[in-house]
């Protein structure tokens, strides 16, 4: 059984910092790139940031360049996104998901995890 599962999620005032993970199990990845979406409240969801699990390549939306790191741990299966300078407008439910062919399908979804971000 394959499961993507969030943590670090949480409360933060403007200007902190969160590390989100995502720990992989139940296949291997080799062959996938793996992302960060979000969703803020009432709106819809958005892609942030994504990794590709083997040769590391990123990839960022234009709102979290130079603010937001995504990166990997191979021995861990774990993804990390490092968030800088939070802004009140990062306040949403950010998810980990996983894909063999495109964003436009996503093969696996984690839970998400809830980042609030204080003025």
């Known amino acids: 059984q394959v499961q993507l599962v969030e943590s670090g999620g949480g409360l933060v005032q403007a200007g902190g910092s969160l590390r989100l993970s995502c720990a992989a199990s139940g296949r291997t990845f080799g062959r996938y790139a793996m992302g960060w979406f979000r969703q803020p409240p009432g709106k819809e969801r958005e892609f942030v940031a994504s990794i590709r699990w083997t040769g590391g390549t990123t990839s960022y939306a234009d709102f979290v360049k130079g603010r937001f790191t995504i990166s990997k741990d191979n021995a861990k299966n774990t993804v990390y996104l490092q968030m800088n300078s939070l802004k009140p407008l990062d306040t949403a439910v950010y998810y980990c998901?996983?894909?063999?062919?495109?964003?436009?399908?996503?093969?696996?979804w984690g839970q998400g995890t809830q980042v609030t971000v204080s003025s």
């Open positions: 998901a996983a894909t063999t062919t495109g964003w436009s399908i996503v093969d696996y």
